[in-house]
């Protein structure tokens, strides 16, 4: 595991830095699709089958909007994105939105979240218990996580890697008794540039 530091002279968290940095970033790939429209479609059939009458999920750092598009087209119920540059407005169904911070309407009222932006954590476990105080129970978690989100690929837009096979202990720490993997799904499609590409399925207890 690794977790880039964004650290003031002082010690303290630079998190002017952090929100700069990601911003950047998005503004750099704003005409890039990271979500694979297969492995979209095969999460779709996943929680239609585990959850049971979804009507209203969250996508977490989206940039263009697709995660939520194609979720709520295959599901039939509402989804929304969040992203935390101001490129969130050019997009349908996308809030302007930190994703370690949640909305007081949210709590235990999610079906279920989905990103593949959780290697752009500044702090793992806080961002996680977020999400988590959001899925009702029966909900679940859905994290997209390739070699692109190990520990060799963390940097400053990057903040967080871990190999797959570390993530249920890290989120077992992380949970403090109050959720858990439910199981690991290996993805139907990948781009070309990762060489694996799986879902970890996060459930409440």
């Known amino acids: 595991m690794k977790l880039f530091e964004y650290r003031k002279p ?4 630079d ?3 952090y929100r700069a940095n990601q911003i950047a970033a998005n503004h750099a790939k704003i005409d890039w699709v990271w979500a694979v429209e297969e ?13 049971e009458k979804p009507r209203f999920g969250i996508c977490h750092g989206t940039r263009r909007g697709k995660e939520q598009e194609w979720l709520s087209s295959d599901l039939g119920c509402e989804v929304i994105g969040t992203e935390i540059s101001d490129t969130a407005s ?11 911070d949640v909305k007081p309407e949210w709590i235990d009222a999610v079906d279920f979240i989905y990103s593949n932006s959780f290697d752009h954590s500044y702090d793992p476990g806080k961002c996680l218990r977020a999400w988590m105080s959001c899925v009702r129970r029966g909900g679940v978690c859905v994290l997209e996580h390739t070699s692109y989100h ?3 690929a963390a940097n400053a837009v990057d903040p967080f890697g871990a190999e797959l096979t570390l993530m249920p202990y890290l989120i077992a720490t992380w949970a403090e008794g109050q959720f858990g993997v439910r199981e690991i799904l290996k993805a139907p499609a990948k781009r070309n540039e990762v060489q694996d590409c799986d879902f970890v399925v996060v459930q409440r207890f």
């Open 10 to 13: 002082d010690g303290s968290f």
């Open 15 to 17: 998190y002017a830095t």
């Open 39 to 51: 492995n979209l479609h095969f999460v779709g059939a996943y929680i239609a089958r585990v959850v």
């Open 90 to 100: 050019q997009f349908a169904h996308t809030i302007r939105w930190d994703f370690h």
């Open 150 to 152: 190990g520990p060799d």
